[in-house]
């Protein structure tokens, strides 16, 4: 759900990610997949993972690029209820 709302004559639009993805989305690299799906069922919490490619630092253009819209299109689909 998408709130709209106005706060002296300024309108601003903000995002209730409550209503639209009940559920925790974690984006992490495939490295620490395994161990944020440990200590999620250690808390006994059932992680939403998007996963992108290890490292996110050190890189070129490209590369930061690919990750970033990995983890959008990640977050697309849970916003969706995918």
Known sequence: M???RAHRGV???ALNFESVVSKRSWIATETFRTLI???A???KLE???IVV???VGGLNAAELQ???ETAFAGLTVE????
């Open 2 to 4: 998408i709130e709209g």
């Open 41 to 43: 069922k250690a808390r």
């Open 37 to 39: 799906a440990a200590q």
């Open 66 to 68: 690919e990750r970033i």
């Open 53 to 55: 490619k290890h490292p």
């Open 47 to 49: 992680p939403h993972l």
């Open 11 to 13: 309108s601003t639009t």
């Open 79 to 82: 916003m969706q209820g995918r």
